[in-house]
Nanobody
Framework: QVQLVESGGGSVQAGGSLRLSCVAS???????MGWFRQAPGKEREVVAA???????SNADSVKGRFTISKDNAKNTLYLQMNSLQPEDTAMYYC??????????????????WGQGTQVTVSS
């Protein structure tokens, strides 16, 4: 089974940037991937997703600020986060599924999850 390991989280001031990475142990089982986040007391929500041919979809709250990308040669998923705001503070998780007809936006559509990386944005 594919394992996912996130990195790149940290603490930044509002307006700053971070780049999250998620390394998959295998290309098999991680053709389609997504980034999700969960703040304390809130449900897990999609941030962005990418499908097997590179089509992407972003949540409205991050459009124009966050960019999801995937390096298939390195089995690595990225999330470039710019213009960070305090409301972006959350634990960020990457997720994977072996196949999808397009970017998957629901947590229930993924079967493998990383352990998460914390992002904290101060005002």
């Amino acid at each position: 089974q594919v394992q996912l390991v996130e990195s790149g989280g940290g603490s930044v001031q509002a307006g700053g940037s971070l780049r999250l990475s998620c390394v998959a142990s295998s290309a098999y089982g991680s053709a389609c991937m997504g980034w999700f986040r969960q703040a304390p007391g809130k449900e897990r929500e999609v941030v962005a997703a990418i499908d097997i041919v590179g089509r992407t979809s972003n949540a409205d709250s991050v459009k124009g600020r966050f960019t999801i990308s995937k390096d298939n040669a390195k089995n690595t998923l990225y999330l470039q986060m710019n213009s960070l705001q305090p409301e972006d503070t959350a634990m960020y998780y990457c997720a994977a599924v072996s196949w999808c007809p397009g970017p998957r936006l629901g947590p229930h559509e993924y079967y493998r999850w990383g352990q998460g990386t914390q992002v904290t944005v101060s005002s």
